[in-house]
């Protein structure tokens, strides 16, 4: 079974930083990957998906990069904003199903 | 595009008593999840159909959990005795197609259990 974890739980950064949010797995035979952002009472907002076949995906302020051999990908937010404050969560696609990490909660101090 | 639209958004009942979700997905979405999220987690798939069909259930605790999606557009997911360990926002979303597309995201109904 697929195993997700995001290291750390919680960052809290001073606005402007850039900053890198991590996500590992355990078993590299995926589909696709994707980041997600969730605000507090709300559901989630998809960020970026990457395809198993691609190594990463951009936009605006947010990269992400898919290794699949290492079963690591990440999350770069350059020039982080208050606005940027919520929680993260990554989930790994296998062939039907998604697995979901439980998440970085970010805090950007103003 | 109209989201993934769910209601109720807020349900406090007590235990052992009944509760009924509802989700529509995005239009012409084929496959729609039902997720359960814990305090603290990330979302836990329960049940996940392609139309009106299910493709996976294995975490769905059916003794008292049941979701029906029927003529392959909406869904509803049923709780039936509640228990306190029930606790938790109820998330539906969808997608396209059933080889992980992009999934999309309904901003959940959070459930409370007295």
């Known amino acids: 079974k697929q195993e997700v974890t995001q290291i750390p739980a919680a960052l809290s950064v001073p606005e402007g930083e850039n900053l890198v949010l991590n996500c590992s797995f355990t078993d590299s035979a995926i589909y696709n990957l994707q980041w997600f952002r969730q605000d507090p009472g709300k559901g989630l907002t998809s960020l970026l998906l990457i395809q198993s076949s691609q190594r990463e995906q951009t936009s605006g302020r947010l990269n992400a990069s898919l290794d699949k051999s290492s079963g690591r990908s990440t999350l770069y937010i350059a020039a982080s904003q208050p606005g940027d404050s919520a929680t993260y969560l990554c989930?790994?696609?296998?062939?039907?199903?998604?697995?979901f990490g439980s998440g970085t909660k970010l805090n950007v101090k103003p | 595009e109209a989201g993934v639209a769910q209601s109720p958004r807020y349900k406090i009942i007590e235990k052992r008593q009944s509760v009924a979700f509802w989700c529509n997905p995005i239009?012409?979405?084929?496959?729609l999840y039902w997720y359960q999220q814990i305090l603290g987690q990330g979302p836990k798939l329960l049940i996940q159909?392609?139309?009106?069909?299910?493709?996976?259930d294995s975490q769905l605790p059916k003794d008292r959990f049941s979701a029906e999606r029927l003529k392959g557009v909406d869904s509803t997911l049923k709780i039936q005795p509640a228990k306190l360990e029930d606790s938790a926002v109820y998330l539906c979303?969808?997608?396209?197609?059933?080889?992980?597309?992009?999934?999309?995201f309904g901003p959940g109904t959070r459930l409370t259990v007295t």
């Open positions: 159909f392609q139309n009106n069909g299910v493709v996976d």
């Open positions: 989930a790994v696609g296998d062939f039907n199903k998604f697995y």
């Open positions: 239009s012409g979405h084929a496959t």
């Open positions: 979303a969808s997608s396209s197609g059933l080889l992980n597309y992009e999934q999309y």
